[in-house]
């Protein structure tokens, strides 16, 4: 009588499948997939090192735009990083007021280059990772966004690195990028787009809790203004050791008054970043460059900016810059 | 301690080592500790009850073959459940307590079973000896179960009645935590004294292997609920190790949790939402959404859990009778009731039905032992009028298709009468699942209104949400399409090994990427 085999056939070429299906992915998106479950919580992850260029790609979590700049800054070139979220990143980095920052400045006679680090959904923990990864470029200003609007958001993908690398046997099978690829698919794709907003809210069983907890519960706001006040804090400090000026920007969001019709809010934002004003970090409200302009044509929704807006913005950033002599404090 | 959980996943593994490494005589042991560790985690004062009921079982059981135990053993086993509470309340387990009347009626336990098995040992007559030990037995058993699941529901009926009539009902109502399994192990019980009694079976001498055909941990919170003639002989005589129990064990557990984390929960966020607490926002595509998606929660739910527990006994080397055989491939009521939960409808058909007379009286009498034993059957499930008349609303199924012998042609007949049985069948069905999903008879009444409003104000779009169920019953229906001509929904036997190993691949990835979601087991409740 034949006798069972220890591990059918069924099962091994089941197993033997799943291990071909990983080792593709890891082996042919190898670029995309690295780092791609840190969430942006990785330290490199988007910065791609090469025959001494550094390439920004979207991958690793960090859907930078394509760019490319040399290692080392070149001579006499006023270097500057941009770092900020889905405002920053604007519609391309040409259009955007990080993009445009380079163009005003070479208006003025001054030579420099600026690039577009603002990643979607960023919020002050991943932008402050983002900014201690790119000081190893030497910029000569960093300047950075600040806004409280996608802390949940930051919140809910640093769960999710977490879990992934959590040890419970629960998670084990995510280990398989392919697996968890699958899986963010189907939450992403179809379990967002799919269930309406009132079902999700109401049986939150997820990893999409944090989101949900973070847009329904009381002193969000508060609790998210404490996280950026935290992280500005830390970013500002990083910057200083390394003797960069940091320029911080603080969002300004449209909101409907009952009163005074349209106008602009800063939620709290101002304070945060006058709070870190010092020698070296200097601040730049977006609501006081706006609110004497016609501003509702400078945005495309109540918080980001058309391309019009970031014209502005560069302009008023520019100025800035100038004024304080940040740019002939360097070069 | 839930299936799904990892708790349960470190008790099966060490059961299945332990279990095969152990010598034979150990093995019942094993399984008796294993189990009752199982019942431990979810509330460790219920073991008293489950102590209880297995020594009434076991005592009268013996007592019905004639072979009473003497005074000393009686009293050691009647001691258990009061030992037990005792210790629970001296170490605080859990950090629960235990009242000084629940203390009191667990030690007067001693006192009944001494005093009962002295009277009815002594009755001259065996006829009498026999019906005195089944009904002391009955009696125990079905009081506790009718007290811990149905007071409250009956002292509120009646309150409410009282009330009706313009007098208030003095009393107040206590919290009565319902014990899990409890409708499983008494019905499984049931069978165990009928069987005796009706000289079917013979009484287990041995007190461990008795408690362990009770609390047997993969079937004793929601079944299957065996039969003695099956299970006890297998824990009697414990399978030799092979490696198919392995093979079958794990393809059972893959199954099972594919229909329960993949179909059951993630259907459960729109049967959830479209039974939600008086939802007016229903209209007739979301209605139907709601019900079908219930349809399959509670079926990928059940069939689920019914798998994942005859899964971790094979791995024990013990076969589970099967429960659920394509239930929505039915044509008529009689053939779902051979589909659907199966050990319960047979347990009902061969201890309620049958014994009332089945279908060999007069029509008004097979009417009457239907519905007996359906609005039971409903009733089981839970204490609530939407149970009862679940219950009530398939008795009148089952009589309409009896009594209508063109129904019955058109079951038999071609292709497209089939079709048209099945169709009317699924549309029976799903007003069922409707009946029974209801929270209140106001909620399926909203439920029941909503199927005929196309246009309500503030519903939300169901287009989207509809793809989002086709989803995740479109795997299940392939994989039953797969194994649809075989006797068990989980055999793939018949398919090539690579076939075979392409689908457990899909199973595993549907299951492992399924979102994480902790919804409980819904037969748990009953």
């Known amino acids: ?331 | 301690m839930n299936f799904v959980s990892f708790q349960y996943g470190c008790l099966l593994l060490a059961a299945f080592i332990l279990f095969w490494i152990s010598p034979r005589p150990w093995r019942i042991r094993l399984l008796f500790a294993a189990s009752y560790l199982f019942y431990m985690a979810w509330d460790v004062r219920f073991v008293a009850l489950l102590l209880a009921s297995s020594t009434t079982y076991y005592l009268c059981g013996l007592g019905i073959a004639n072979k009473q135990k003497s005074p000393g053993k009686i009293t050691a086993l009647a001691l258990l459940p009061g030992v037990w509470l005792a210790l629970c309340s001296v170490f605080e387990i859990q950090g629960k307590t235990v009242s000084n009347e629940v203390l009191i009626a667990a030690f007067s336990f001693l006192p009944v079973m001494l005093g009962a098995n002295q009277l009815i040992g002594e009755m001259p007559s065996d006829q009498g000896r026999r019906k005195g030990f089944l009904w002391l037995a009955l009696g125990i058993n079905l009081g506790l179960l009718g007290f811990f699941k149905y007071f409250n529901f009956f002292a509120e009926s009646v309150g409410s009645l009282v009330e009706q009539f313009g007098l208030s009902s003095s009393w107040t109502l206590t919290h009565i935590i319902l014990p899990v399994g409890i409708s499983f192990y008494t019905f499984q019980a049931i069978s165990y004294i009928v069987d005796i009694k009706n000289k079917k079976i013979e009484p287990t001498d041995c007190f461990i292997t008795f408690a362990t055909y009770l609390a047997f941990f993969p079937q004793l919170i929601a079944g299957p609920i065996e039969r003695s003639t099956k299970l006890l002989p297998q824990l009697i005589a414990p399978a030799k190790w092979d490696i198919s129990h392995l093979h079958i064990g794990l393809r059972l557990l893959l199954i099972g949790f594919f229909k329960k984390l993949f179909v059951a929960d993630n259907c459960a966020i729109l049967a959830n939402h479209v039974f939600a607490a008086d939802n007016p926002e229903i209209n007739t595509a979301w209605a139907l959404l709601g019900v079908l998606a219930f349809a399959f929660q509670i079926y990928g739910d059940f069939s689920g859990y019914s798998d994942i527990a005859r899964g971790s006994a094979r791995l024990l080397g013990i076969e589970l009778s099967l429960n659920f055989r394509f239930p929505y491939f039915a044509l008529n009521p009689s053939e779902f009731w051979r589909r659907w939960h199966i050990t319960l409808s047979t347990w009902f058909r061969d201890y309620v039905y049958i014994p009332l007379g089945g279908n060999q009286g007069a029509w008004g009498a097979t009417c009457r032992n239907l519905a007996v034993a359906m609005v039971l059957a409903g009733l089981w499930h839970g204490a609530a009028w939407t149970f009862i008349l679940w219950g009530a609303y398939h008795a009148c199924l089952l009589m309409a298709f009896h009594y209508s012998p063109r129904w019955q042609q058109a079951c038999e007949s071609g292709r497209a009468a089939k079709l048209a049985c099945w169709i009317g069948m699924c549309g029976l069905t799903l007003i069922g699942w409707a009946i029974f999903r209801s929270d209140s008879m106001f909620q399926f009444y909203l439920w029941f209104t909503g199927i005929f409003q196309w246009q309500v104000t503030g519903a939300m779009e169901w287009e989207k949400p509809a793809r989002w169920l086709l989803l995740h019953i479109g795997p299940l229906l392939l994989l039953q399409w797969a194994t649809l001509k075989e006797r068990d929904e989980a055999s793939l036997d018949h398919h090539h090994w690579a076939t075979r190993g392409f689908i457990y691949l899909l199973l595993f990835v549907f299951t492992a990427t399924s979102m994480v979601n902790d919804q409980e087991f819904i037969y748990f409740q009953f």
Not at chain 1, 255 to 273: F, S
Not at chain 1, 307 to 316: C, I, R
């Open chain 1, 1 to 331: 009588m034949k006798s069972n085999p220890l591990i059918s056939h069924a099962l091994l070429f089941g197993v033997c499948l799943m291990i071909a299906v990983e080792l593709a992915v890891r082996i042919f998106f190898q670029d995309n997939m690295s780092g791609r479950f840190e969430y942006g919580f990785h330290p490199s992850a988007g910065f791609i090192e090469e025959d001494g260029q550094v390439h920004l790609k979207r991958t690793g979590g960090r859907r930078f735009r394509p760019q490319s700049f040399t290692v080392e800054p070149p001579e006499g070139v006023f270097r500057i990083f941009v770092i900020g979220d889905s405002v920053t990143r604007g519609s391309s980095v040409e259009s955007s007021y990080a993009g445009r920052l380079a163009v005003e400045l070479k208006a003025r006679g001054i030579s420099a280059e600026s690039y577009n680090l603002g990643i979607g959904g960023h919020g002050a923990r991943r932008k402050h990772l983002t900014l201690v990864h790119s000081l190893n470029y030497k910029p000569d200003l960093v300047v950075l966004h600040i806004n409280n609007s996608n802390e949940f958001e930051d919140e809910r993908e640093f769960l999710r690195s977490t879990e992934f690398n959590s040890w419970h046997p629960r998670n084990w099978p995510m280990k398989s990028i392919a697996l968890r690829r699958v899986y963010e698919m189907k939450t992403e794709k179809v379990f967002w787009r799919w269930i309406p907003a009132s079902i999700r809210i109401s049986q939150a069983k997820n990893d999409a809790d944090a989101e949900i907890v973070a847009m329904s519960s009381e002193g969000a706001t508060e609790r998210w203004n404490q996280r950026v006040q935290e992280m500005t804090g830390e970013s500002t400090r990083v910057a200083m050791a390394k003797n960069i000026p940091i320029l911080l920007v603080s969002q300004a969001y449209i909101i409907e008054d009952v009163n005074e019709g349209r106008r602009l809010e800063d939620n709290g934002l101002e304070k945060i970043a006058e709070d870190h004003v010092t020698n070296g970090v200097f601040h730049l409200s977006m609501k006081q460059v706006l609110e004497n302009l016609e501003f509702e044509p400078l945005y495309a929704d109540r918080s980001h900016l058309r391309a019009e807006g970031h014209e502005v913005m560069a302009k008023a950033i520019v100025r800035k810059l100038i004024d304080s002599g940040i740019v002939s404090l360097k070069k």
